[in-house]
């Protein structure tokens, strides 16, 4: 698809993928707004990025969603191109009793319904444009679990599910449906991983991530998987007990 001219939402656009979608795409002459729910966060990235449009909401909140749709469909009537890229991992002991019921599922609100939740919202709108798309940001952890993680790989299988299905509903809408498959990259929300016992992940750059992501919008490539992400999809089809191993060992003597 054209990548300039677009009037472009991304959700938890103030650091990791986000921030690097969103220098990349005001670097190709788009309208860039970005949401997350801390606004000083916003407003460091509003410093880096003066073009960019800053509004604080959380994607795990329903009521705050209707209320963003609302404001940025009157002030931006453009607006074409939706990337849910906010999302959170946590390390997670299933052992652990003190992890409240209610907070266990704190990454299903916002990894897997927060996506469905923007699409159904921005849906109406996005299909009275010309030209449209909605990029969901998945993970190669979609493809094989991480148990160290184990809440984060469920919705982010679940996102790749739901993706693949929305993409069938849009095929006669002028909406391109696209899920960038990312793998582990240099980031914040590695921050808790990297120093386990037994991972052995080797971390992308993110504007490596993201210069892959763009080319693969460009090129209509619905499904983009950027660097070892590939590689983790020949190994989940070919040899996933081997892989599923490997991943199991990060953080494996905590979880016994
Ligand atoms: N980094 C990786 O290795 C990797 C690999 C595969 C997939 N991914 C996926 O890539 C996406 C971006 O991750 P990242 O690595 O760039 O993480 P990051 O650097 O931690 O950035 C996450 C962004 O999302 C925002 N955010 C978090 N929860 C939110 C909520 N409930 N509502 C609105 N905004 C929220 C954060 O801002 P606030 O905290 O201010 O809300 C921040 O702007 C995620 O979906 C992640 O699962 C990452």
């Given at each position: 698809m054209e990548l300039s001219n677009n009037t472009i939402l991304i959700t938890g656009g103030s650091s990791g993928f986000g921030l690097e979608f969103a220098a990349r795409l005001i670097d190709l002459g788009n309208t860039v707004i970005i949401t997350g729910r801390d606004q000083a966060k916003l407003e460091k990235t509003k410093k880096q990025l003066p073009s960019v449009h800053i509004f604080q909401s959380d994607v795990s909140d329903p009521k705050a969603i209707v209320e963003l749709r609302d404001m940025i469909t009157s002030r931006?009537?453009?607006?074409n191109i939706l990337i849910n890229n906010a999302g959170q991992m946590r390390k997670i002991i299933l052992h652990d009793v003190t992890i409240a019921v209610s907070d266990i599922t704190r990454e299903v609100e916002t990894n897997l319904m927060g996506p469905i939740r923007m699409v159904q919202a921005f849906l109406p709108h996005l299909k009275k444009m010309e030209s449209a798309a909605i990029l969901n940001v998945t993970s190669g952890l979609a493809l094989v679990p991480f148990p160290i993680a184990p809440i984060y790989g469920a919705t982010k299988s679940g996102l790749r599910s739901y993706t693949k299905s929305l993409r069938v509903q849009m095929k006669n809408t002028k909406i391109k449906v696209f899920e960038l498959?990312?793998?582990?990259?240099?980031?914040?929300?590695?921050g808790q991983f990297t120093s386990l016992e037994g991972y052995s992940v080797k971390l992308m750059k993110a504007e490596d991530v993201i210069d892959a992501a763009i080319k693969g919008l460009k090129n209509d490539t619905y499904e983009i998987y950027p660097g070892i992400a590939r590689l983790l999809r020949m190994m989940s089809r070919v040899a996933p007990g081997f892989i599923f191993k490997q991943l199991s060992k990060a953080g494996a003597r905590e979880m016994e």
């Open positions: 931006f009537p453009n607006l498959v990312a793998p582990a990259a240099e980031t914040p929300l590695n």
